[in-house]
């Protein structure tokens, strides 16, 4: 796997977001959470990375960073955290 790098904006207490990819290949991950008329209103980190989808692998260590805090939006008997359920 070649190196690649990542930029982590974080928002524990969470933080109205919006979406725009763009690209012909693009690689996301909870975007689609973030359109009008979903459940989730705000979000509680921003991962910008390269790598294509290896660095999608980022995400898992921001959930578990949020999780083991309890940060999320409750939901069910789950928390939501950044447009995902864990």
């Known amino acids: 796997m070649g190196q690649t790098g990542c930029t982590v904006i974080?928002?524990?207490?969470?933080a109205a977001g919006g979406?725009?990819?763009r690209g012909g290949a693009s690689g996301t991950l909870g975007t689609d959470a973030l359109g009008p008329g979903?459940?989730?209103d705000r979000v509680h980190a921003v991962l910008l990375t390269g790598g294509?989808?290896?660095?999608?692998a980022a995400a898992a260590g921001i959930?578990?960073?949020f999780e083991?805090?309890?940060?999320?939006v409750p939901f069910g008997s789950v928390r939501v955290v950044s447009g995902h359920r864990s």
């Open 63 to 65: 959930m578990r960073y």
């Open 38 to 40: 979903t459940v989730i």
């Open 10 to 14: 974080l928002a524990p207490a969470g």
């Open 68 to 72: 083991e805090r309890g940060v999320g």
């Open 52 to 56: 294509s989808t290896f660095g999608l």
């Open 19 to 21: 979406v725009d990819v």
